[in-house]
């Protein structure tokens, strides 16, 4: 079974190990996706998409990820829309105008 996963990274930690963790928030809900060189660990993210994930931090990019299976396959990258932004700063806008 498919799906998808549609937010931003919020959050990385690296560690001397090598093992990289990613916060990815979506949906009001943050999930934290793990890379480790132990492959035994669960939930293991593929290292080039954990990597690509872990260099969007503090940046304007939105990501899909796409699973499969519960496994991700492949993610896509693209400039977040800041339209969602521009209208909520007009309602503030037309409240303040509003109030005076």
């Known amino acids: ?55 969007t931090l503090a940046t304007d990019i939105c990501i899909e990820i796409f699973f499969e299976d519960g496994n991700p396959t492949h993610i896509e990258l693209e400039e977040c829309d800041d339209d969602l932004d521009d209208e909520e700063d007009d309602l503030d806008d037309e409240e303040i105008s509003q109030e005076e």
Request: charged fraction near 25%; avoid cysteine.
């Open 1 to 55: 079974m498919s799906h998808t996963l549609f937010g931003q990274v919020v959050g990385v930690r690296k560690f001397t190990n090598g093992d990289i963790e990613v916060d990815f928030h979506h949906e009001e809900i943050i999930t934290e996706f793990r890379y480790s060189s132990d492959s035994s660990r669960l939930g293991n993210f593929p290292k080039e998409l954990i990597e690509t994930l872990a260099s």
